[in-house]
């Protein structure tokens, strides 16, 4: 049959049956003679489980329905006679037992859980196993007071529930974890990976309480609606973190920037737009803002990637028309290789050229060509004494140019220092004169040593 309301069909609590198992005796347990007719004790317990019997099942509404139900007739439960004043025993012997071990309680009470769940569903008789360990352990005088208040107010708890973990509907659980599927950037390429995993996972148990040592059940607790969206707002912060964009481009691992920037686009447009149309709660909300706010950044990356990319591949281009000047620092014959090497190394170790604003290949072609194009502005990132002891070396130190200076560097008209200024013969030799020395000299020097 189709359920419209999703793949988990409704099952009322009160339309189902377990029937009651046996419970083996535990080891090292033995019945006094004549069990259970040895003593008034145990006698009591079986003529209690008759008296409930004479009556069951029209004792309670409960049990009415369930009889009318399930076809129940008198001496059904006839087995309950044994059944009870057996469990109640060997439940008096497992306390015994473990009463002086570390986990006396986990232990005494995964044993009474598991009694207590063999009782069926409905339970019948149960609450007779109940009352009966609740005497037993009142009167004894071997379990300290402490012990004993913890097993009573386990077995009160299991005669009447107070905390009542309200679960929520799967179908219901079903839904959120759908919405938060279709909501996820799973489109992108990071996730490809991920995206048939997470869609398998069901994660509706928020957690695995126990298992019982003695029933080997293990018990788990279903996510209430809050919780489900609370553990999809961890999960998708979890997710979006492992990603790691900067290292993956620093490593090299994103080879195609690009698409992932179109990606990253398309998705950001879709988040925003399901932000606007799609129904989300006040807790959804917030993973969907966590997914945008991500996307936003990573648009912003990329685009920054883009700029500087584009900086860095853009090539000398002879063809393009520009204003060519007559000047030329006019490199040494033969030395242009060397030259180049100095200015790619000392860019490296010192940032001669502002990157942000100026493309190094422009800078290169400056520095080198015939004809110097004037229609590039080459922004300097170092000092104006380390440029100025730079121009010394070329000229004085080393003639690599025959024709670098000062006033060559002015009359060329297109450099601009650190601070932005238009740099002229008169900023280049004040900054020299107030320091000669200008900082990582020792790097500069080397550089030049190492080529030429
Ligand atoms: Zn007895
Ligand atoms: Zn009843």
Redesign the pocket.
């Known amino acids: 049959m189709q359920n419209i309301h999703g793949p988990f069909s409704e099952i009322s609590p009160d339309s189902v049956r377990f029937s009651p198992f046996s419970i083996s005796p535990p080891e090292g347990w033995e019945g006094p003679e004549n069990f259970p007719n040895c003593c008034n004790y145990h006698s009591n317990i079986v003529k209690n489980t008759e008296e409930f019997l004479s009556i069951?099942?029209l004792?309670?509404e409960?049990?009415k329905k369930f009889a009318d139900l399930f076809k129940v007739k008198k001496g059904d439960y006839d087995f309950l006679k044994d059944k009870i004043v057996y469990q109640v025993s060997f439940t008096q012997h497992i306390i015994e037992q473990k009463i002086n071990n570390q986990d006396w309680y986990e232990d005494i009470t995964d044993f009474i859980e598991f009694n207590y769940s063999s009782f069926g569903h409905p339970p019948v008789g149960g609450h007779i196993y109940l009352s009966e360990l609740k005497n037993i352990i009142g009167q004894t005088e071997v379990i300290s007071n402490h012990k004993k208040n913890d097993l009573l107010n386990y077995l009160e708890n299991l005669t009447n529930p107070t905390i009542i973990h309200k679960s929520a509907n799967l179908n219901t659980l079903f839904k959120i974890h759908k919405k938060w599927l279709a909501t996820f950037p799973f489109e992108l390429s990071f996730f490809s990976g991920l995206k048939e995993e997470y869609h398998k996972k069901l994660p509706f148990v928020s957690k695995i309480v126990n298992t019982n040592r003695y029933s080997k059940k293990t018990s788990v607790l279903i996510h209430t609606e809050e919780s489900m969206v609370m553990y999809l707002f961890n999960l998708t912060k979890g997710l979006l973190n492992q990603i790691r964009t900067a290292d993956l481009v620093k490593e090299g691992k994103i080879s195609n920037p690009e698409q992932h920037r179109f990606e990253m686009i398309l998705e950001e447009r879709e988040i925003n737009r399901k932000a606007l149309l799609e129904q989300y709660t006040s807790g959804e909300i917030e993973y969907v803002n966590t997914i945008s706010k991500w996307l936003n950044h990573e648009v912003d990356f990329f685009n920054k990637l883009k700029t500087f990319a584009i900086k860095r591949n853009t090539k000398p281009n002879a063809n393009k028309k520009g204003p060519i000047s007559s000047h030329s620092f006019k490199v040494k014959y033969g030395k242009e290789e060397v030259v180049r090497k100095i200015l790619s190394e000392l860019n490296r170790e010192i940032y001669l050229i502002d990157e942000e604003k100026t493309d190094f290949n422009d800078f290169l072609n400056v520095m080198l060509s015939k004809k110097i194009p004037l229609d590039k502005k080459i922004h300097f990132a170092c000092y104006n004494n380390q440029l100025a002891y730079i121009l010394e070396h070329f000229k004085s130190t080393y003639k690599l140019y025959s024709a670098i200076g000062y006033a060559s560097m002015e009359r060329v008209g297109i450099f601009y220092s650190k601070e932005g200024a238009k740099l002229n013969a008169q900023l280049l030799s004040s900054s020299k004169s107030q320091n000669p020395f200008p900082a990582q000299m020792d790097v500069i020097d080397s550089i030049f040593k190492k080529f030429v």
Do not use: E, R, S, V
Request: contains cysteine; proline residues 17%; neutral net charge.
């Open positions: 069951f099942p004792c309670c409960q049990h």
